[in-house]
């Protein structure tokens, strides 16, 4: 596992196309982000550098870092006929080569660099992955193949760099991959008691557990 590229970015204001579609009109993300050039300091909140638009959706402790598989980038350059697109596409901070969603877990420990994360959460993608790209079924579709995203908790601070090796420290639940945890909250009021099994995880995002939590507490009183 390689840590293809770093990226950061700061809120931009992103003006009308001015061609009726969702994404006519201004608004604001960080979702553009530039890869970084020799190492960065990876903190417990964020990258130095990098910056969040929609404070208190993104950003915290359980969301310091947006990882994303290098992997999935040639089948989307492919299906979408984007030629450009490549690391930080989908508004990572981190693209990792030899990982994805089906085979990384919730909780696991990862050393990086100097630093050590771990996987909290996967990434609910939102809507301004299609604003970004400006293709309306972008969204569909990063939620129907699990293309997803997760996110990481900084165990401890210190400079990262592309091209680093990625190595696993720790896997407490083996059984739980970020496809799978994405899948339970997504759909959790189907299966109210995969979401009381996966609220047990003390590694997921505790926004996250309490989500769940509230499924199960609505199932049992309905």
Known sequence: MKLVSVQVGTPRSVPPTGDGQPWDR????????????????????????????????HGGKDQAALCYSADHYPAWRRELDLPEMSGGGFGENFTIAGQAERSVCIGDVYEIGEALIQVSKPRGPCFKIAWRWRREDLLSRVESSGRHGWYVRVLREGLVEAGQPVHLEDRPHPDWTVRAAADVIRFRKRRPELAAQLARLEGLAEEDRERLRQTVRRSLAG
């Open 26 to 57: 201004t608004w604001e993300t960080a979702f553009w982000k530039e890869q970084v050039q020799g190492p960065v300091m990876l903190r417990f909140l964020n990258l130095e550098g990098d910056r969040q638009a929609a404070v208190g959706i």
